[in-house]
């Protein structure tokens, strides 16, 4: 049997850790552009339009993340698919990312006051136009904090991705550990990796608010 | 695409379906009410609490808000019995619920008691309120009352969250549904009906929750 070093287990999780980066950075990408489209349903002009997008977004919010994860991996392999865990980890954690990214941004806009809105349609400015000129450069000021914030609950989320067998921090984790039989190191270690990945998104995210706030007040 | 949705299993898989939304629904409730308890604790500390303790309790916020629910429940059911200190799996799954929530409703609470204005706590005392009762009237009712839906989402979130307490066996819905899919190869219909359950749990406590505000705060907001 080969002994395993404490300079081992942390290159073997760090190594993994990679994949938790890359697939945190496909699902926030991913999901930040499948939200804008919900976000465009969500406040456009249609009510079908609205109802479809708000059940969505309930849908994906009151439910696990992780039987999402199981729906995605079974779900595509109904089609005949051989779903690799990788790409059913995408897909659940962009769907998913989307919808909460749909539901903070609605925010974000809905705060642009309303008279903004009518004084760009007296413009003459299309609904698009009044997006673009108007209300976007406005509500995305607002909306850079929670999105950051909300970055750490996407990372944190990817950890689920071990249990339909992605291997990823969490999986490599449970790998090491049972090659090696010291549990309380290896999750204190991973545990260290993702604090380390997390905890500067939400301080930035704390920083952008207190930022943000005082421009606010000097309004 | 020819596949045909097979849900007649669900009849004799009942009980077992049964089991595992109690075992949800009590995990959800204990880890609510002690979650709530220690996050108040906690927020007492980080606001008035004694001075040497808030940078313990800042720390353990930051290290939970910061770190996935299942690493945290790795961690206390594999990594603590190396200290010596075992447990069940219902235990180990409460345990982690109970300080995931702690952290984050610590910061919810926190939030709200720093919105209380000074003043206020300081016309308690003039009443000759003693510290506690001024903290409990003055500023810990309000400051509930102002971010309890905040904190209704995250007691929702912890329990959609608890789905991943299977991982360690606490047999709990998501287990149930591992356990009938494993049986019946049908892991899509099981896996959509125990979503859907899942579904109608949150939108239930979150009614229940909601019922449960009006009910401890009666009265309108006083601001």
Redesign the interface.
């Known amino acids: 049997m080969t002994e395993f070093s404490f300079w081992d287990i942390l290159r073997n999780l760090l190594l993994a850790a990679r994949w938790t980066v890359l697939l945190s950075l496909v699902s926030f990408i991913g999901g930040g552009i499948v939200g804008a489209a919900l976000l465009f349903l969500r406040i456009g002009g249609r009510r079908w339009m609205r109802l479809l997008s708000r059940g969505y977004i309930q849908?994906f919010q009151?439910?696990?993340?992780?039987?999402?994860l199981?729906?995605a991996f079974?779900?595509l392999?109904?089609?005949?698919i051989d779903v690799p865990a990788w790409l059913a980890a995408c897909v659940a954690l962009i769907l998913w990312t989307a919808a909460f990214l749909a539901e903070i941004w609605r925010g974000c806009v809905e705060s642009v006051a309303k008279g903004q809105w009518e004084a760009s349609a007296s413009l003459g400015m299309g609904y698009l136009q009044q997006m673009r000129y108007v209300i976007l450069p406005q509500a995305l000021k607002v909306a850079v904090p929670p999105t950051v914030g909300f970055s750490?609950q996407v990372v944190?989320?990817t950890?689920?991705t071990?249990?339909i067998g992605f291997v990823e921090l969490?999986k490599a984790?449970?790998i090491v550990?049972n090659a090696t039989f010291?549990?309380?190191t290896v999750?204190?270690l991973?545990?260290l990796i993702?604090?380390a990945l997390?905890?500067p998104l939400?301080k930035s995210s704390q920083l952008l608010e207190r930022k943000l706030n005082v421009a606010h007040r000097n309004h | 695409?020819t596949?045909h949705f097979d849900f007649g299993w669900l009849i004799d898989s009942l009980p077992v379906l049964l089991k595992g939304i109690r075992i949800t629904v009590q995990l959800i409730l204990i880890g609510a009410v002690f979650g709530v308890a220690l996050g108040i604790a906690c927020a007492w500390v980080r606001a008035l609490g004694p001075k040497w303790l808030r940078p313990v309790v800042a720390t353990y916020v930051?290290?939970i808000?910061?770190?996935?629910?299942?690493?945290?429940l790795?961690?206390i059911f594999?990594?603590?019995?190396?200290?010596g200190i075992r447990m069940t799996e219902l235990t180990a799954a409460n345990l982690a619920m109970i300080v995931n929530l702690g952290a984050y409703s610590c910061e919810i609470i926190r939030a709200g008691i720093q919105a209380t204005p000074r003043g206020q706590f300081e016309a308690g005392a003039s009443l000759a309120m003693t510290p506690f009762q001024a903290f409990w009237h003055v500023v810990l009712v309000p400051a509930l009352q102002r971010i309890w839906p905040a904190l209704s989402s995250q007691i929702?979130i912890v329990m959609?969250?608890?789905?991943?307490v299977s991982?360690i066996a606490a047999e709990d819905l998501?287990f149930a549904?591992n356990f009938i899919q494993s049986r019946n190869f049908r892991?899509?219909e099981t896996?959509?009906v125990?979503?859907l359950i899942?579904?109608a749990l949150?939108?239930l406590l979150r009614q229940l929750l909601a019922g449960l505000g009006w009910m401890l705060f009666p009265r309108k907001a006083s601001r």
């Open positions: 849908l009151g439910t696990p993340l992780l039987m999402q199981f729906l079974f779900g392999g109904l089609f005949g750490v944190k989320g950890a689920l071990s249990i969490s984790g449970s550990t010291q549990p309380f999750y204190g991973v545990a993702y604090f997390c905890w939400s | 695409m596949y930051e290290l808000r910061n770190t996935p629910f299942l690493i945290q790795f961690f594999f990594g603590l019995p190396s200290l929702v959609l969250g608890s789905a991943v991982q998501t549904a892991a899509f896996y959509i125990s979503t899942y579904l949150a939108i």
